[in-house]
Nanobody, 126 residues
Framework: QVHMVESGGGLVRAGGSLSLSCAAS????????MGWLRQAPGKEREFVAA????????YYADSVKGRFAISRDNAKNTVYLQMNSLKPEDTAVYYC???????????????????WGQGTQVTVSS
């Protein structure tokens, strides 16, 4: 059974930084794209970032480009999200996920992702 366990969330002031981690267990995702998505209260889940397993190429939502950085450690079956220059609008529950139909998919379609964990809350105060 696959488990995705996100950690590292918290409360931070605008302009601050947080580092999220997501450890996967139950199977290896070393040959899958891994991604981060988020869901703010009252809003739909949205794509944040993804990283390819083939060449480490990355893809970001425009709203986080230049502020967030995704990385991975295949040996640890773990994906990370470094978040800098945080804004109040970044407040959300952050989830890691992998594409469930095409393991090479690197893109923003939320429907392509699955194996959701419980998420980690990120709150940015103004």
């Amino acid at each position: 059974q696959v488990h995705m366990v996100e950690s590292g969330g918290g409360l931070v002031r605008a302009g601050g930084s947080l580092s999220l981690s997501c450890a996967a267990s139950g199977r290896s995702f070393s040959s899958y794209t891994m991604g981060w998505l988020r869901q703010a209260p009252g809003k739909e889940r949205e794509f944040v970032a993804a990283i390819s397993w083939r060449d480490g190429s990355t893809y970001y939502a425009d709203s986080v480009k230049g502020r967030f950085a995704i990385s991975r450690d295949n040996a640890k079956n773990t994906v990370y999200l470094q978040m800098n220059s945080l804004k109040p609008e970044d407040t959300a529950v952050y989830y890691c996920a992998v594409p469930v139909r095409y393991r090479d998919y690197v893109g923003p379609r939320v429907s392509e992702y699955g194996y959701w964990g419980q998420g980690t809350q990120v709150t940015v105060s103004s």
